[in-house]
């Protein structure tokens, strides 16, 4: 008789994109200030993506923050986000980082999708998925 295998799902996510995400990989030129960017607001505010040079959101839906033995633990905010990507876990951005949470949780998958961007003409809402995409298969060369 085998025994079956149990595999773990992730089906609530909470990560967001590294700062320059966008500014890295998007023409300046062709663009402009339709490129999504991160700005330090204030200290109450922490840091907002602006489009068009509108504040949209905040950087923070990440919900862990690096606990006293670096690990991930519930952020001291918690039910409130993290307010900065230095107060996130680097797991909350970093998709190299994100694997071996999972890897030491013993997480084999992650239901992931992206959020709404109400701020985005088509053009930009449909590079979203494809520069989010090449973020997380950079983990995977």
């Not at 670096?70 to 998709?95: C, I, L, N, Q």
């Not at 090449?134 to 983990?139: A, E, G």
Request: charged fraction near 25%; proline fraction near 8%; include cysteine.
């Amino acid at each position: 008789m085998s025994v079956a295998r149990t595999y773990l799902i992730d089906t609530d996510t909470h990560v967001t994109e590294p700062k320059d995400l966008w500014t890295s990989r998007m023409s300046r030129k062709k663009w402009g200030n339709l490129i999504p960017e991160v700005r330090h607001v204030s200290e109450e505010e922490g840091e907002v993506w602006f489009v068009n040079d509108k504040p949209l959101f905040s950087v923070g839906c990440c919900m862990t923050a690096p606990g006293p033995d670096g690990r991930p633990v519930r952020s001291s905010t918690y039910p409130m986000f993290t307010k900065t990507h230095a107060e996130m876990h680097p797991s909350g951005y970093d998709a190299k980082e994100r694997l071996k949470v999972l890897d030491m949780y013993g997480i084999h998958a992650v239901s992931m999708d992206i959020g709404n961007c109400p701020w985005a003409d088509m053009r930009t809402a449909r590079r979203w998925p494809i520069r989010t995409a090449q973020w997380r298969t950079r983990i995977c060369p």
